[in-house]
Each structure stands twice: as C-alpha cells, then as structure tokens.
C-alpha cells in the first residue's frame, strides 16, 4: 500500500487548524501571549528612551551650536528620536521570539501531549533561549543569501525580476517555514543534514506551511502575534509526516 505524505494543501491548513486546536487548550492561552506582551514591553522601552534620552539630548547638542537654528534643532531632535523608535521596532521585532523562547517551548510540548508525541528530556532554561535564537538565526542564514543574490541579478539584468520575484516569494515562505520547524525539531535533537533531508522529501507540504504562514508577515507585528500558532503548527505537521513515514 502507497504511503501518503502531506501535501502542498495539507501543509497550508496546518497552521488554521493548529490556531482551533490552541484555542480550545485554555492552559495554552497564557503561552500564546507570550510573545506579544515581550514585544510589547520591548518597544515601550525603546520610545521611553527615545523621548527621555535621545530626543532631548540631540536638541541639547544642536541648540548649543550658534550655527543651528532653533527650529532646525527641533525638527532634527524629532527625527533622531523617531529613526531610535524604527531601530527600536526591528531590535524588538529580533529579540522577542528569543526571549519568548522557553514560552514556545512550553507551545510545542502541550502540542505533542495533545498529538500523544512521545516524551522528550526537557531543555535547560538556557538552551531553551538558545532554541529561539538558532531558529531566528537560521531562516536569515538560509534565506538572505539567496534573496540578496537575487536582488543583485535584478539590478545587473532587470528583465529577470519576471522570474526572480516569484521565486524571491517561494525562497521566503520556506525560509519561514524553516524557522518554524526550527523549534520542534531542535527541541528533539534533528541536525541541519536532518533538517534539509526533510524539507527536501516533503517540498511540498513544507512549501505551503510556508506560504499559509508567510501571509502574517505583510502585517506589521502580526508575525510576533501569530508565532505561537506557527510554532504549533509546525509541530503538528511534523509529526502528522513523521507518523506517515513508520
């Protein structure tokens, strides 16, 4: 009898029907908000600081120059503490699913409990941040290359946008896709040979987990909200794949 693995549409529902089955796990629900309220906190920092700090102290340095007009003092004091609020998101955007690493942790294992996974050691509260740092870490290490060399070929010879943007999009919802399964997969000790021996015998369920979820991400901020269902997701189609295999 013929084995049959996920596929592009299966891959694709994952992450809805992991978002149903979460939110009838009510001793999911603080997890799920992990992330969110981390963010949260981190951006809240990062506009203090540049309203207490950065804002006043530019003003201070151009205002004690005779050269500087008083309105151009102002004016670029604003701008210095707007741009510290942009660098502000995109550090917060970084360090909340590292420091939310060991609430995805706790994600995964009630998923597995719910799927009836077999049991796991437990990480150390440090690996568990090292988790959510090596999946953050490895989507850009396989993602950026390619899409940068991608980006160079459509200045060099424009006409190749016509093939290079779809498959920019393609290269992006896998490399969200590999992200995602970073957790459940680190958390059960699969290496990157492993990883990419997977994603290369199940493209396609890999693929449209990756396109499903990467819609999140024209959103801003909605991919820190969401990242808990994706993390879940990921977990439930792995084993839903990993039982198709035995």
């Known amino acids: 009898m013929q084995r049959q693995f996920p596929g592009f549409w299966r891959g694709f529902v994952t992450p809805f029907r992991a978002a149903r089955r979460l939110l009838g796990q009510p001793q999911a629900w603080l997890w799920l908000v992990v992330p969110?309220?981390?963010?949260?906190?981190?951006?809240?920092g990062f506009v203090a600081l540049a309203w207490r700090d950065v804002?006043?102290?530019?003003?201070a340095q151009l205002a004690g120059a005779s050269w500087v007009p008083q309105a151009l003092a102002l004016g670029a004091s604003w701008l210095a503490a707007a741009l510290a609020v942009i660098a502000g998101w995109l550090v917060a955007m970084f360090l909340a699913p590292v420091l939310s690493a060991p609430a995805l942790e706790r994600v995964v294992l009630l998923t597995e409990f719910e799927l009836g996974a077999p049991a796991r050691p437990k990480l150390g509260f440090l690996a568990e941040f090292w988790?959510?740092?090596?999946?953050?870490?490895?989507?850009?290490?396989?993602?950026?290359?390619l899409v940068l060399a991608l980006s160079v070929l459509e200045v060099l010879l424009p006409p190749i946008a016509v093939l290079s943007?779809?498959?920019?999009?393609?290269?992006?919802?896998?490399g969200v896709a590999w992200g995602l399964f970073d957790y459940p997969l680190t958390l059960r000790g699969m290496g990157a040979r492993q990883r990419f021996r997977f994603?290369?015998?199940?493209?396609?369920?890999?693929?449209?987990?990756?396109c499903a979820f990467s819609l999140v991400f024209w959103l801003p901020c909605l991919g820190i909200v969401m990242l808990p269902v994706g993390v879940a997701a990921a977990t439930e189609l792995y084993w839903e794949i990993e039982r198709a295999e035995c």
């Open 36 to 44: 969110a309220l981390v963010f949260l906190v981190l951006e809240v």
């Open 55 to 59: 804002r006043p102290w530019v003003n």
């Open 131 to 145: 988790c959510g740092a090596r999946a953050l870490l490895s989507s850009f290490a396989v993602l950026l290359p």
């Open 165 to 174: 943007t779809p498959l920019k999009a393609i290269l992006g919802a896998l």
């Open 199 to 210: 994603v290369g015998r199940h493209f396609r369920a890999v693929l449209g987990f990756g």
